[in-house]
């Protein structure tokens, strides 16, 4: 609930999903409730978006990101 960057990541990822449909799943994860998780894929800061693809990491980034610079990036790593 504190972190602001991460409820404006919500209607972001709502619509991408919305547009892109059963092409992706979209996982939250708190961090500060799932440490372990947090330490296994590195996140040093709130929010951060990983990519995966068959259990690999595509792409990793911390901070907001645009819904259509979102698209693209998911487009171009696993179309």
């Known amino acids: 609930d504190w972190c602001g960057p991460c409820k404006m990541m919500n209607p972001i990822l709502k619509d991408l999903k919305k547009k892109m449909g059963d092409t992706i799943n979209i996982i939250k994860v708190d961090a500060e409730k799932n440490a372990d998780a947090a330490i296994k894929y590195n996140v040093r800061g709130v929010p951060t978006l990983i990519l995966f693809k068959d259990g690999q990491i ?6 907001v ?3 259509k610079q979102l698209e693209q ?4 790593k696993i179309g």
Do not use: C, D
Request: cysteine-free; glycine content about 8%; proline content about 0%.
């Open 73 to 76: 990036i998911i487009n171009q």
């Open 58 to 63: 595509l792409w990793q980034q911390s901070g």
């Open 65 to 67: 990101v645009q819904a």
